[in-house]
T-cell receptor, first 114, second 111 residues
């Protein structure tokens, strides 16, 4: 069983569209994250949720809206997609938000906005 | 804000050679993690260092955290093509619960 799974793996869409990426973890972890990896492979945190509550919200455009229906799921919805949104988005989870926990990552969603 | 700088940015070595990747923090580290990313995949946890002067090894990979807890190195002995990928250091940014990552080092090992 995959510990952290995200879908879809690839997403190709037109500018202006709205799309969602789903993430699920079966590890029983309390904390989940969304990261964005740009073309230079720099990994930047976007959001973090702990027990369904938002604890980190970096300077991300409000077109990006995370939703956590329960602590095993953290979905990312993106409105009015722009060319600059093209990147690989990674979901991750950790046992807690203590900062001394290793992260478990999904395999990434490659988003291409045309 | 805390930043993690890695060097070198990229590295190409011949199979069998040793190599070292460095990670330098702008502030004292509360914990330092090393991850490996294979091309087109997610990150996989390698090692965690928490104490100044700590050193850990797993197979042919050794990671160290300096006494001041601001610099870490990852050393690979007798590299193999399977070691190829992107190595990233990660840390909790100044105890903020914000898990940040370094700039990454791309490693290619030539057979």
């Amino acid at each position: 069983d995959t510990a952290v799974s995200q879908t879809p793996k690839y997403l190709v869409t037109q500018m202006g569209n709205d799309k969602s990426i789903k993430c699920e973890q079966n590890l029983g972890h309390d904390t989940m994250y969304w990261y964005k990896q740009d073309s230079k492979k720099f990994l930047k945190i976007m959001f973090s949720y702990n027990n369904k509550e938002l604890i980190i919200n970096e300077t991300v455009p409000n077109r990006f809206s995370p939703k956590s229906p329960d602590k095993a799921h953290l979905n990312l919805h993106i409105n009015s997609l722009e060319l600059g949104d093209s990147a690989v988005y990674f979901c991750a989870s950790s046992r807690s938000a203590s900062g001394n926990e290793k992260l478990f990552f999904g395999s990434g969603t490659q988003l291409s906005v045309l | 804000s805390q930043e993690l700088e890695q060097s070198p940015q990229s590295l190409i070595v011949q199979e069998g050679k040793n190599l070292t990747i460095n990670c330098t923090s702008s502030k004292t580290l509360y914990g330092l993690y090393w991850y490996k990313q294979k091309y087109g995949e997610g990150l996989i946890f390698l090692m965690m260092l928490q104490k100044g002067g700590e050193e850990k090894s797993h197979e042919k990979i050794t990671a160290k955290l300096d006494e001041k807890k601001q610099q870490s190195s990852l050393h690979i002995t007798a590299s193999q093509p399977s070691h190829a990928g992107i190595y990233l250091c990660g840390a909790d940014a100044s105890g903020t619960y914000k898990y940040i990552f370094g700039t990454g080092t791309r490693l290619k090992v030539l057979a």
